[in-house]
C-alpha cells in the first residue's frame, strides 16, 4: 500500500514582490560563479536563520512540544499503532494514506484518515545529528590501554581539599534533574493551532529589513565575555599550581569505566562513575562536557535497558518546547558552518544539473522542517537565467504528527509566493523507507530529477539480515531505479571499524572543542542542545544495542562502496569550489580551525584536522 501522501499545488503564484528588498542574496551568481565573493554577499548565509527566525515567530510555537525525529520513539509508537490496527482490521502504521491538496494558501482539503501518535511518544533529536558513531563495545583491558592519554588536553587540576563536598553536590545535583524530568511528565499539550503557512509581521520585519541579519552577531555579541572568562581562568589557574592537587584525566577515566562495564566489574564502574559525576560539569570546558555527557550514558549502560528508557522518557517530558529546540540550532548555525556547507554544496550541484530546466522535481529523504530550500527558492527567483522555471519538491519522512509534513509545505509554499517561483509540494511519510514505490513519487517525463540525501540514510539499518536484506542498500538501489540526474548525499564520516566508544570519545570532543571556541559555556542555547542532542545521541551509541541502536554512520570511503555497488558514479567536486568555501568562511568570519578540503571527489568538512562531515555528488553510472 501507499505511504502517508501530503500534496500541496502553488501553479502560476505571480505577486510580484518587490526582490530589490530582499538582501539575503547579494550576489544571485554565488552557486555558479566560482570566484570568491565580494563583501557585499556577506549575508547570503542568512536565510537559513530567518528561516528558523520565521517558525520561532509563529504565534503558538512556543506552547508546542519539540517534534525533531527520533527512531526510537518512533519504534514504540509504531508498535502501539500496529496492535491498534490489529485489532481493529484497519491498514498498518507504516502504510496510511493521508492527503492535502490545495490550489491557493487559504484552501485546503483533506482526505484520508489522520494518525496522530501521542506527543509524549516522540522525542526531541538533533536534525543536525553532528555528533555520531556506528561502533561496537570491545571487552577487555587491552582495548582500554589504546584510551590512554597522549595530550594535556584532557587533563585538569582539582584541590583535594574539595573533593568530599563535590562528591555530594553532583549526586544530589543529579538527582535533582531527574525528579525534575519526572515532574512535567503531564505537562499540557498545546491547545492551539497557527494559520499554517502565514509569516508575522514581526518576522516580516526581520526578513525584509534585514533585522538582525548577521549570523555571527549571536557570537561576536559575547566574543569579549569569553576573553574576559578565559582570563580569569588563567589567573584562577596560577593561583590554585600552589595548591597540593591531583591530576585526573578523563578520557582515561571513561575507558576505564567502559572497560569494567564491559567485563561485568560493577563495582569497579560505579567507583569511576562515581568520579566522573565528581569532576564533570555540563557548563564546564569541553573535557568537563564530554565527560558529564557521557557519564550518564554509561550509567545507562551499567543499570541496563529500564535506566535507559527512562532517560528517554526524562528528555520526552522535559519543559523544552519547540521554540527553544528551534532557538538552539540557530545558535548551532551560527556557530558551526557545517550545515551551511553542505546545503551550498547541494544547491550547486543540483543547479548545475537543472539550467533552463522546465521543471526541477527534488526528492529529499529526511525533509523534516525544508530548513535548506527557502534560500535555494530565493536564488532561482533572483537569477532567472540558467535556473528551472517551476519547483516541485517531494519531502520523505518517517510518520510523524502531520503539521510537520504540512507546515513544511505550507511555509515553502509561502517563500515561493513572495518569491514568485511556481512550486508544487507532496510528502511521503514512511517508516521503511525501502517500500517506498517509484510510482509514489510521481516522477513525470521532461522533468529535472534530483535526489537529496541529507544527513538522514545514516540511521537507515546497515546489517539487517545480511547483506541481500540490507536496508541501507535498498533504499540506495531504489534511488538507482529514479534515474535521476544528479544525486547529492552527505553523511556523518564515522569510522565503522573501531570501537563505537573510542570512536564517540574522539568525535564528541572534537564537538565539544569546537563550540569552547565559538561560544560562551554559560550560553542557555549551547547548554541545551549539548544536553538534548549531544546527550541522547551518546546514550544511543554507548548504552544501546541491536535494533535500538539507530545511530550508524559510516566513513565516507564505505559509503563510496556502496553508491558504486548500487550502480552510481561519482561526479568530482567542482573547480574552485573549496577554494569559494575556504574563502566563505573567512567573510563569515568563523574560527580559523574549520577545515575544508577535497579528498576522492568528496567535499570533506571537519575541525582542527578531524573529518566530521562528507558531501559527494553522484549519478547513475548508464
Not at 520561532?56 to 517534534?67: F, N, R
Not at 484497519?90 to 484518515?113: E, L, R, W, Y
Not at 517500500?435 to 535526489?451: F, G, H, Q, S, Y
Request: proline share 4%.
Amino acid at each position: 500500500m501507499d505511504p502517508n501522501f501530503f500534496d500541496y499545488h502553488d501553479e502560476n503564484i505571480s505577486l510580484n514582490p518587490n526582490l530589490d528588498s530582499f538582501d539575503f542574496i547579494q550576489n544571485p551568481n554565488f552557486l555558479s560563479d566560482p570566484s570568491p565573493p565580494s563583501d557585499e554577499n556577506q549575508s547570503s548565509n542568512n536565510t537559513l536563520l530567518k528561516y528558523v527566525s520565521q517558525i520561532l515567530m509563529e504565534e503558538s510555537i512556543g506552547d508546542k512540544q519539540s517534534m525533531f525525529y527520533d527512531s526510537l520513539a518512533l519504534r514504540k509508537t509504531e508498535e502501539m499503532f500496529q496492535q491498534v490496527n490489529t485489532d481493529s482490521k484497519s491498514q498498518s502504521f507504516n502504510s496510511s494514506d493521508s492527503a492535502i491538496t490545495t490550489d491557493s494558501a487559504d484552501a485546503v482539503s483533506v482526505g484520508g484518515p489522520e494518525i496522530e501518535p501521542p506527543v509524549n511518544e516522540i522525542l526531541v533529536k538533533s536534525m543536525f545529528s553532528d555528533a555520531e558513531s556506528n561502533l561496537q563495545f570491545k571487552k577487555g583491558l587491552e582495548e582500554a590501554r589504546k584510551f590512554l592519554p597522549n595530550s594535556d588536553q584532557w587533563v585538569i587540576n582539582l584541590v583535594k581539599e574539595e573533593e568530599t563536598s563535590r562528591v555530594r553536590v553532583k549526586k544530589h545535583h543529579h538527582e535533582r534533574e531527574v525528579l525534575e524530568f519526572e515532574e512535567t511528565r503531564s505537562r499540557k499539550q498545546s491547545a492551539g493551532n497557527v494559520e499554517d503557512g502565514k509569516i508575522t509581521d514581526l518576522f516580516d520585519n526581520v526578513l525584509l529589513l534585514d533585522g538582525e541579519c548577521d549570523p555571527r552577531t549571536l557570537v561576536e555579541d559575547k566574543s569579549q565575555e569569553m576573553i574576559l572568562s578565559d582570563d580569569k581562568k588563567k589567573m584562577k589557574k596560577k593561583k590554585t599550581k600552589k595548591k597540593k592537587s591531583q591530576v585526573v584525566d578523563f578520557r582515561t577515566l571513561l575507558t576505564l569505566c567502559a572497560q569494567a562495564i564491559s567485563t561485568g566489574d560493577n563495582n569497579s564502574a560505579l567507583d569511576l562513575l562515581l568520579q566522573l559525576r565528581q569532576e564533570s560539569s555540563p557548563v564546564g570546558d569541553a573535557a568537563q562536557r564530554l565527560a558529564h555527557c557521557f557519564a550518564n550514558a554509561l550509567e545507562a549502560r551499567l543499570q541496563g535497558s529500564t535506566v535507559i528508557q527512562t532517560y528517554f522518557t526524562a528528555l520526552t517530558s522535559s519543559k523544552r518546547t519547540a521554540a527553544d529546540t528551534l532557538k538552539a540550532y540557530r545558535v548551532y548555525l551560527s556557530s558551526s558552518p557545517f550545515v551551511t556547507l553542505m546545503y551550498f554544496f547541494s544547491f550547486r550541484m543540483i543547479l548545475d544539473t537543472a539550467k533552463d530546466a522546465e521543471v526541477l522535481h527534488i526528492v529529499d529523504f529526511g525533509i523534516l522542517y525544508g530548513f535548506q530550500w527557502p534560500m535555494f527558492i530565493q536564488y532561482i527567483s533572483r537569477r532567472k537565467d540558467d535556473v528551472p522555471r517551476k519547483l516541485r519538491i517531494t519531502g520523505i519522512e518517517l510518520p510523524q504528527r502531520g503539521w510537520i509534513e504540512e507546515e513544511t509545505g505550507r511555509r515553502l509554499a509561502e517563500y515561493c509566493k513572495r518569491f514568485d517561483v511556481p512550486f508544487e509540494y507532496r510528502a511521503i511519510a514512511s517508516q521503511d523507507w525501502e517500500t517506498i514505490k517509484i510510482e509514489d513519487l510521481d516522477i513525470r517525463p521532461n522533468e529535472v530529477l534530483a535526489i537529496n540525501g541529507g544527513l538522514r540514510l545514516k540511521n537507515l539499518q546497515d546489517e539487517t539480515g545480511g547483506e541481500e536484506n540490507c536496508p541501507r542498500d535498498a533504499v540506495l538501489k531504489l534511488i538507482r531505479s529514479m534515474n535521476p540526474d544528479v544525486f547529492v548525499h552527505s553523511i556523518v564520516n564515522a569510522p565503522f571499524f573501531m570501537s563505537r566508544f573510542k570512536e564517540a570519545v574522539y568525535h564528541y570532543y572534537a564537538l565539544f572543542d569546537m563550540f569552547d571556541l565559538t561560544l560562551p559555556r554559560d550560553n542557555q542555547e549551547r547548554i541545551g542542545f549539548e544536553r538534548e542532542f549531544y546527550g541522547r545521541e551518546a546514550m544511543n551509541v554507548i548504552a544501546c544495542e541491536e535494533g535500538d541502536r539507530v545511530e550508524r554512520p559510516e566513513t565516507y570511503r564505505q559509503w563510496q562502496v556502496r553508491m558504486v555497488r548500487a550502480g552510481f558514479k561519482q561526479k568530482p567536486v567542482k573547480d574552485g569550489l573549496v577554494e569559494l568555501f575556504r574563502e566563505k568562511l573567512k567573510k563569515w568570519r568563523y574560527h580559523k580551525d574549520f577545515v575544508v578540503d577535497e579528498n576522492s571527489k568528496w567535499l570533506l568538512q571537519g575541525w582542527k584536522g578531524r573529518t566530521l562531515y562528507a558531501s559527494s555528488c553522484w549519478v547513475p553510472n548508464r
